[in-house]
């Protein structure tokens, strides 16, 4: 097995065998559990006439309450990949363990990409399961499906991995805590551009939004992250929010638009920049 | 003082035949950390399938060393090579082991998952995996906790597995940075036998290490550092030709004891002087004139130089220039 495949299938065994796995299986069973109970609950929401709720306000209701829980989901994707990836590099060349490793016939750009494919495989399957169990559960309760789960999924894991590459930069040169600790408020910041760009939008001022779109193409998380609200939106909403205008695009937990080619195609491209600088970064660091 | 033939300013690359090549080579290596030279034109010699000491005070330059010629940092200036390849050659690491001086290894693992990472990192053929595992483990005494977790091991058992570790693929050259810092007695004479093997089957080692009576006892060669430059350097015969004496004498005041320094280096403890570097045909003189200054004398002993004595012998010369 080539080396870097080493160090992945390596991150993956000790994100197992140190139990995160499971910790993180554990505690998505228990969100999903409460979750569905919740969402059964807006079937047996009444009008004040105490007829049901018609299915397209259930629709609604749901979708709502689903982008709220997958707003949960997509923190914790990105706050866990963080909080991993910061001391990724940095615990293992401040402990020594790095040293014999890199004495064998092991580049340091296999040791970058290893652990970023390792941790991404990692992302990637907590970020799929955990939609699968969601929206599972979401049908079972409320029969509400949303339109594009598959895109979901991917906007989702794609938030995790911004975060992920984000760290493993810091990792390369920065001690795990001081790492994690940036990831995070850069994560938080970047939401909170995007917001800032919200209300620019809903102002209709031009240099307010520009905030959102800076942070959208500095950190993508949030640009992600209202991908992963598009794919969530059902088409009664949209359509209500395009007849809204600019009020409508006003709101954080609403998407008019997805995510343009050309914004997934500068996504890929800052992917690829962070790897580059991570790698750069630690091949030239002295250990 | 580069008094020995071994240190050498050869310009020659140790490039050429890689088989005839020395196992390592240095000319001029240089390292500095800011202002801080933590290597300072280290040039030395490793001859193929001996054993090689590395010795010098804390914050010597000895760790830096080794991490240079691993390629783990860059030089500042200079030139190196392992076994006739530039540092930093990917393919000269598959015929390299190393134990760090800060060794630690994946707590999550076992001992024998442990060694199968570094067999496939060597890499070194699959089908021969089992083999290399088992003789390491056995090598280093781990064999009853090879399923065992890493992170249940001792520090000592720590440092047997990172032994192991350098052991496999049968290297033929081994870095070992201080190998017995957590082991006891029993390690220690237990590391000084694989260190013996080793060197039986033509693997040189480079062993750093401050503690001076294990280097005497398996060393073929030694370099003393100090500063981040050899000192000294050459066989171990070469290294402990002189010979001490101790005296053990009463009656002499501080004054009396000055006035001996004529006789060499002298060591005063209590009641004991020891001259380093004193010829024995000198002695009859050193004893008459103990005895013409009132001194009364109980013992003269003549020893062969330790280690230890050579080298707080030369670090003191360093000191004084």
């Known amino acids: 097995m080539p080396p870097v495949l080493v160090i992945a299938r390596l991150t993956i065994q000790e994100a197992a065998r140190r139990r995160l796995l499971l910790a993180l299986v554990v505690l998505t069973l228990i969100v999903v559990g409460f979750s569905a109970w919740g969402f059964h609950k807006i079937t047996t929401v009444t009008r004040s006439d105490g007829s049901p709720l018609p299915p397209v306000e259930v629709a609604l209701l749901t979708s709502q309450l689903l982008i709220v829980v997958t707003f949960m989901y997509s923190g914790v994707l990105a706050l866990s990949a963080a909080v991993v990836a910061g001391p990724l590099i940095s615990s293992e060349v401040e402990s020594g363990l790095l040293l014999s490793m890199l004495a064998r016939p092991v580049r340091r750009s296999e040791v970058v990409i290893g652990k970023w494919l ?8 907590y970020a799929a399961g955990s939609a699968f169990l969601e929206l599972v559960a979401v049908d079972w309760a409320t029969g509400y499906l949303p339109p594009h789960p598959v895109q979901l999924v991917l906007y989702v894991g794609s938030e995790g991995l911004v975060l992920l590459s984000l760290g493993l930069v810091l990792s390369t040169r920065l001690s795990g805590i001081t790492g994690g600790v940036i990831a995070l408020v850069a994560w938080l910041m970047g939401w909170i551009g995007g917001v800032v760009g919200n209300i620019g939008t809903g102002l209709q001022n031009q240099a307010v939004e520009n905030v959102g779109v800076i942070s959208h ?17 059902p088409d009664t909403l949209l359509a209500a929010l395009r007849q809204a205008g600019t009020v409508g695009r006003a ?13 997934l195609a500068w996504v890929v491209v800052w992917f690829g920049l962070m790897l580059a600088l991570a790698i750069w970064s630690f091949r030239t660091r002295e250990i | 003082m580069a008094d020995v033939a071994e240190v050498t300013r050869a310009a020659a690359p140790g490039g050429g035949a890689a088989a005839g090549s020395p196992a390592i080579k240095t000319v001029d290596l240089s390292k500095s950390f800011g202002h801080t030279a933590a290597v300072a034109g280290l040039t030395m010699t490793v ?17 830096t060393s080794v991490k240079l010629l691993l390629g783990l940092l860059k030089p500042t200036s200079g030139q190196a090579w392992l076994l006739g390849r530039p540092i930093g050659d990917l393919q000269t690491r598959r015929r390299i082991g190393y134990l760090p001086e800060l060794f630690r290894y994946q707590a999550w693992l076992s001992a024998r998952e442990v060694l199968a990472l570094h067999c496939e990192l060597a890499p070194l053929p699959r089908s021969s995996w089992n083999d290399e595992i088992s003789t390491a483990l056995e090598t280093v005494g781990l064999t009853d906790r090879a399923g065992d977790r890493v992170g249940t091991f001792s520090k000592g058992m720590q440092q047997r597995l990172g032994l192991g570790a350098a052991l496999l693929g049968e290297p033929e050259l081994v870095f070992l940075d201080e190998p017995t810092s957590a082991l006891d007695p029993v390690g220690r004479h237990d590391v000084r036998q694989i260190i013996r093997g080793l060197a039986s089957r033509g693997t040189a080692v480079f062993l750093n290490s401050h503690l001076l009576s294990e280097v005497e006892q398996v060393c073929d060669r030694v370099a003393v550092v100090d500063h981040g430059r050899v000192i000294a350097s050459g066989t171990m015969d070469e290294l402990l030709r002189g010979t001490a004496v101790r005296v053990r004498v009463t009656g002499l005041a501080q004054a009396d004891k000055n006035k001996l320094a004529g006789f060499g280096k002298v060591d005063d403890e209590a009641d004991q002087l020891t001259f380093t570097n004193l010829s024995a045909d000198r002695v009859p003189d050193l004893v008459s004139q103990i005895v013409a200054m009132g001194g009364r004398v109980y013992e003269v002993v003549p020893r062969h130089q330790t280690l230890e004595d050579r080298f707080l012998q030369l670090l003191d010369e360093e000191e004084d220039k």
């Open chain 1, 251 to 263: 709101n954080p937990f609403s998407a008019v638009d997805p995510p343009s080619v050309a914004y």
């Open chain 2, 47 to 63: 001859p193929r399938g001996e054993v090689f000491g590395f010795l010098g005070p804390n914050g010597a330059g000895k760790t």
């Open chain 1, 217 to 233: 193409l500095v950190l993508p998380s949030d640009g992600l992250w209202r991908g992963a609200i598009y794919a969530m939106e």
């Open chain 1, 118 to 125: 390792g941790l991404a495989a990692l992302v990637g399957v």
